[in-house]
């Protein structure tokens, strides 16, 4: 039996728990591997596994010419060290929590059943991959008990940040092609050839359709998709919110999420069922606010 269904059924050792159910490092890695697995954006971008609550991420951002010459026992101008800063910033992991409940019956109807713990566990780590993707994109404040309130996702920080590029794009469907070349034109040289389009399902399907109106384009909407544009490549969730383009390299996202995972098991002969409990602390974050553009209605 796999240690994720060990994990779920219960019967995790004293070697992988340590007090009050929290996970030791290689189950909660095991967890976090499962859950990112399951989600096509979260498996593209920066996971930051955490030991604590906190952590300071220490970014070097380095820029295209930084090669300079000082001579020795003088020290580099500020001009000279101009894109090669140290982008400190500190995710601070905030916890949520997933409940869920399997009764007798589907015990009893699946006894028979050697794969039932094994989608059981597929079913809650995606369950959890869905949330947080969505929370990602759709979260705009922290420390609420509402679901958009548990984290400030990636869509409100780039609009939060000051020094992120805003681009009006108005009603993005109206002109996506003009538009997502105003996105690419206000992009920074130093992040531009490893930037990435971020778009909404819906905004990528109109965008095929526009392209497709043009000569030579049906291809286009016969195949139903188009890899790239103007070289950059394109990466759709269902998540994001429609209207919006994010414009930054995906390394440039972090997740953060903390290793001590609590699983709490309780089983209720009054209820008929086992009743879990997941405890999870996660964070949002760009490493570098200067390599984000974001395309909105600004107005």
Excluded: W
């Excluded at 209207?243 to 008929?272: H, M, W």
């Excluded at 949002?284 to 209605?297: Q, S």
């Amino acid at each position: 039996m796999g240690l994720l269904q060990q994990f779920l059924k219960g019967e995790v050792t004293a070697e992988a728990l340590t007090v009050g159910g929290a996970l030791k490092p290689e189950a909660a890695n095991t967890f976090i591997d499962m859950v990112v697995e399951q989600s096509a954006f979260l498996k593209l971008v920066t996971v930051e596994r955490m030991a604590k609550i906190k952590k300071d991420l220490n970014v070097l951002d380095i820029a295209n010419r930084i090669l300079v010459r000082v001579a020795q026992g003088q020290t580099p101008t500020a001009e000279q060290l101009v894109g090669f800063q140290n982008k400190g910033k500190t995710l601070e992991a905030l916890s949520m929590q997933l409940f869920a409940t399997v009764l007798f019956q589907a015990l009893e109807d699946n006894q028979d059943n050697p794969g039932y713990e094994n989608s059981l566990a597929q079913m809650y780590t995606k369950k959890f991959a869905n949330e947080l993707e969505d929370l990602a994109f759709n979260g705009t404040s922290s420390g609420g008990a509402n679901f958009i309130a548990l984290n400030t996702g990636y869509v409100q920080l780039a609009k939060d940040a000051s020094t992120t590029k805003k681009v009006e794009v108005d009603t993005f469907l109206d002109a996506p092609v003009p538009n997502l070349q105003k996105v690419v034109a206000a992009q920074d040289n130093r992040y531009k050839a490893n930037s990435v389009f971020v778009l909404s399902a819906s905004d990528y399907e109109g965008l095929v359709i526009k392209l497709s109106e043009h000569a030579g384009g049906i291809a286009y909407l016969i195949q139903g998709s188009i890899p790239s544009y103007m070289g950059y490549r394109i990466v759709t969730s269902p998540f994001v919110p429609s209207g919006v383009v994010l414009f930054t390299p995906l390394a440039n996202y972090v997740f953060g999420v903390c290793k001590d995972i609590q699983r709490y098991r309780e089983l209720s002969g009054r209820k008929r069922c086992i009743d879990y409990t997941f405890d999870i602390n996660t964070d949002f974050a760009f490493a570098i606010d200067e390599a984000v553009v974001i395309g909105y209605d600004v107005a």
